[in-house]
């Protein structure tokens, strides 16, 4: 084992990242938020250790990497608490809303959600920084305006059943505060200024695509230039899921790739053509340096989503390469790109974005490395143009192989679903990006100032057209989507362990890392999907019918595609009012509904006066109305208290085993703090009232 670490010393460094991204995880699974400043003793007890080990030669191989643990920990722990921001702590019901339009988006459903900041409330309560509101005017609101309206407000919802996506952990890094409805057109207090800097921008862009090339056409054209993807028709987003094609639309390596090397060849082309420059100045690099700035522009463009991040930092390297004549290491410049991005936003390591980019492009390269020599050899000694066809369209094949089984696993672990046929897809939709939709997509930008770029968004809507026809056709066919059941955290895991040692090293031991990836498969088959689901106010109920499905009460779209995810597939059975369901388990009547499976029964109650009746002929009572001890003695009881503290909660009725939100997330900064009602605004004295008033501004 040490002969063989030896061997690889050269590839030590790049297990560095690795171990920042595992302190980082060790912070996001705490159950409890650790005390403020433990990062910092944490990373100095670290490098004490590394000082002593060294001197026994174990300092890189130890002591390295606990200082880079300590490290992840410590920027995971710094970076919460840097966002940390005023949070609305219950409802607002309707009250009056004034604030600068930071950001605004166009949904393709109509209306369009407007982020504010600074804003300004009539509200009791802690006022947060930011907030995001969806309004049903079609009108856009000009970025940078100060706009008054009515709303309803509430906190970032909390998931919608345990381990389910965490859009308030998500909304706590980007410092959002509350979401909400606009009720009242808003009013224009302070018109936007001549200039207000990339949002504005973006919002021109998106505005001027979308007006020009619309439906699904003009929302895809855009996402690839801005980053935005609400403009995209809710179908057209699913064949790109399905099909295995929404890496298309987020702006990642691909899409900066072929925006540096147009960049690149076409200024060191046209300086070309000036001999008293390019005899006397160094135009490659000028170049390269202007390519750079390009890039840099497009990640700020399309709002620096993780993705671009990882592509900037890589093609950066690469380009900076160029200017001091040095070849780039491409496995390094995945190592640094991922330590750049783990410690400017160490949140980002437990999202899609973050895994499934880092993976492909990891799995890339190491299959580069190996298939490189001979490809490169049968290509010098077949060099007619039908060979190199064939050669560009095995190439293009491997790498959609191998990028889609790195992050096939990622994708199912966080949306649940397989795409099969994507290999297909990506023949047929890769090429189209880089031969006509990127290039003009760019064109389009440079013309838009001139008010010419309508002549480059034809051919660009002819590709996107022809991509998203591709995107259908695959989604259409049969099995072109395979939901999957939840993976377990440790499936992740050691699946990402053995992808990792399989990619790092070179020598023959690297296959070890298919054990671990082999057990993290098997996490899928050690999922038991719950009996019972209930939302965190007892509206919406779910259980499990005979035939294995999901039977929901109601509920928006959003909450039946994330219990069908978490614990699907649905029924198409209508819930039973008055009736009895096609099984003969669940029956509704008399105020409530009693499920029964083999000797267990379940009673699901929204009434009061149904609630003595429920609790003689139940064995668990699951109430939308506080219970308190009415059920005392006769069966287990989650009542309007216990959702209210914990969120939604799912049941395992074979084990007994319940499991709600507030377990699943722990006691962090972002959790569910559940707040009593406070007096009303006429209840509090004068005093108290202008206090509030100055604590919040």
Not at 187 to 193: D, F
Not at 234 to 239: A, E, P, S
Request: glycine share 10%; net charge positive; aromatic share 8%.
């Amino acid at each position: 084992m040490v002969q063989r670490l030896l061997l690889e010393r050269e590839r030590w460094p790049l297990w560095l990242p690795v171990f920042l991204g595992l302190g980082i995880a060790v912070y996001f699974g705490l159950g409890v938020e650790p005390p403020g400043g433990l990062g910092a003793v944490c990373v100095a007890l670290a490098l004490g250790v590394a000082v002593v080990l060294r001197r026994w030669g174990l300092g890189f191989l130890v002591g390295w990497p606990l200082v880079f643990v300590a490290l992840g920990f410590a920027a995971a722990q710094a970076r919460s608490a840097w966002v940390a921001a005023p949070v609305l702590e219950r409802p607002s019901g309707r009250v009056v809303v004034q604030g600068l339009a930071d950001e605004v988006e166009p949904l393709a459903e109509g209306g369009q959600r407007v982020t504010l900041i600074q804003p300004r409330l009539d509200w009791d309560g802690p006022v947060p920084a930011k907030l995001r509101l969806r309004l049903k005017q079609n009108d856009p609101v000009p970025v940078g305006a100060v706009i008054r309206l009515d709303a309803i407000l509430v906190p970032p919802p909390q998931p919608m059943a345990p381990g389910a996506f965490d859009f308030a952990r998500h909304a706590w890094f980007m410092g959002l505060g509350a979401v909400g409805t606009g009720l009242s057109a808003p009013q224009i207090v302070t018109p936007s200024p001549s200039a207000w800097g990339l949002n504005r921008l973006r919002q021109i862009i998106l505005e001027r695509m979308t007006r020009q090339l619309p439906g699904g056409t003009g929302g895809v054209a855009a996402a690839l230039v801005t980053g935005e993807t609400s403009a995209i028709p809710r179908g057209v987003l699913d064949d790109y899921r399905d099909s295995g094609l929404a890496h298309l639309l987020s702006i990642s390596g691909l899409h900066m790739s072929l925006l540096a090397g147009m960049a690149f060849f076409v200024l060191r082309g046209g300086l070309a053509l000036i001999p008293s420059v390019a005899l006397r100045h160094p135009i490659k690099k000028w170049a390269a340096g202007l390519a750079m700035l390009a890039t840099f522009f497009y990640m700020l463009l399309a709002g620096a989503p993780v993705p671009a991040q990882r592509a900037f930092v890589m093609t950066g390297i690469v380009l900076l390469a160029v200017l001091l004549d040095r070849s780039a290491l491409s496995m390094r410049l995945v190592a640094w790109a991922a330590i750049g991005v783990l410690l400017l936003s160490p949140e980002a390591l437990i999202g899609p974005s973050f895994q499934m980019s880092f993976a492909a492009v990891m799995a890339l390269i190491a299959s580069y490395e190996k298939l490189a020599g001979p490809l490169s050899a049968w290509g010098a000694n077949h060099k007619a143009w039908h060979h190199r066809v064939a050669l560009y369209v095995v190439g293009l094949m491997l790498s959609s192989l191998v990028a889609g089984s790195a992050t096939a696993l990622y994708g199912a672990y966080h949306f649940n679903r397989f795409a099969p046929f994507s290999l297909l897809a990506n023949l047929a939709a890769v090429p189209l990006t880089g031969a006509v939709v990127m290039p003009s997509a760019m064109v389009a930008l440079l013309l838009m100032p001139l008010g010419l770029d309508g002549l480059a968004l034809v051919p660009l809507g002819w590709g996107v057209d022809a991509i998203n026809w591709v995107a259908a056709q695959v989604a259409s066919l049969p099995g072109a989507a395979t939901l999957l059941p939840p993976l377990p955290s440790w499936g992740l895991a050691a699946f990402t362990l053995g992808g990792l040692w399989l990619g790092l090293w070179k020598e023959t031991w690297r296959l070890w890392g298919l054990l671990p990836m082999g057990a993290g498969l098997a996490g899928f088959l050690t999922v038991t999907p719950p009996d019972i689901l209930v939302d965190g106010r007892g509206y919406s109920f779910a259980v499990r019918m005979a035939d294995g499905s999901l039977l929901v009460n109601r509920g928006g779209r959003l909450l039946r595609d994330t219990w069908e995810r978490r614990a699907g597939p649905l029924s198409d059975e209508p819930w039973p009012k008055n009736a009895v369901s096609a099984d003969q388990n669940l029956a509704c009547g008399a105020g409530f509904c009693l499920w029964r499976d083999r000797d267990r029964r379940v009673a699901y109650v929204q009434k009061d006066e149904a609630v003595q009746d429920a609790c003689a002929s139940a064995d668990w009572v699951i109430a939308a109305v506080p219970l308190r001890d009415k059920c005392r003695g006769r069966a287990r009881v989650i009542d309007r208290f216990d959702l209210w503290r914990g969120g939604a909660h799912v049941l395992w009725l074979s084990s007994g085993r319940v499991d709600s939100v507030a377990r699943w997330q722990g006691d962090r900064p972002w959790s569910h703090h559940p707040v009593k009602r406070r007096k009303k605004p006429e209840e509090i004295p004068a005093s108290s009232e202008k206090e509030t008033e100055n604590d919040d501004s």
